[in-house]
């Protein structure tokens, strides 16, 4: 089975820029890595997805390395509202969706 | 598109209770997903399904039945009502393709609490 690993907490502040790292092993070879952010009593909401290499929308950039075997969320001039749980989602080989612990991100003035 | 809701918001169960919680979606998904969120934790899946009438286990199903009879409807049945299962539960929507899992939009959830 696949399994995920996040850092568990992170802090940066307003303007800086945050990278968030989530490895995991054993993921289905042709299968997205999806990145989900959750605020308290709300359901996660998608960030992004990419399959390789580097992935950029309005919001954040995702890096991807040719093993797969870890992605990195980019998240741009933070601000406070980015204050949030981030989760990556994978698939493994038998298409079993396995989400991470999360990392808890909080962003300071 | 009033995308995916759930009903109730909130419920307390006695232990030994049944319910059922409801999950509709209009967004014509494919896909549809239940789970649990227990406090501080990440998401764990508890069934899935792929289309009407399909449906599958997740990573935790004991205690759980679920039915797809419809497209737009996915309810989650708990039998026999356990502390274990005081949690938030998620239901979830996507439209999949054979290249793998797409954005799934979720519904805002159901708190449960079992005494």
């Known amino acids: 089975l696949a399994k995920t690993t996040q850092p568990i907490s992170m802090d940066s502040y307003e303007g800086q820029e945050v990278n968030i790292t989530c490895s995991h092993n054993n993921i289905a070879t042709n299968d997205y890595i999806t990145w989900y952010q959750q605020f308290p009593s709300q359901g996660p909401r998608f960030i992004i997805q990419g399959y390789k290499t580097k992935v950029t929308n309005e919001v954040a950039s995702l890096f991807i390395p040719a093993d797969r075997k870890s992605s990195t969320l980019s998240l741009p001039r933070v601000s406070l509202s980015d204050t949030a749980v981030y989760y990556c989602?994978?698939?493994?080989?038998?298409?079993?969706?396995?989400w991470g612990a999360g990392t808890k991100l909080i962003i300071k003035p | 598109n009033a995308g995916v809701t759930q009903t109730p918001k909130f419920r307390i169960l006695k232990i030994g209770q049944s319910m059922t919680l409801q999950c509709a979606q209009d967004m014509n998904h494919n896909y549809m997903y239940w789970y649990r969120q227990d406090p501080g934790m990440g998401l764990k899946l508890i069934y899935y399904?792929?289309?009407?009438?399909?449906?599958d286990k997740g990573e935790v199903p004991n205690g759980y039945n679920v039915s797809r009879s419809t497209t737009e409807d996915f309810p989650l049945r708990l039998e026999l009502a356990a502390p274990s299962q005081t949690s938030v539960y998620f239901c979830a929507s996507s439209y999949n393709t054979p290249q793998g899992y797409n954005e799934q939009f979720f519904g805002p959830g159901t708190r449960l609490t079992v005494l």
């Open positions: 399904s792929v289309g009407a009438g399909i449906t």
């Open positions: 989602l994978v698939d493994d080989s038998n298409y079993q969706l396995i």
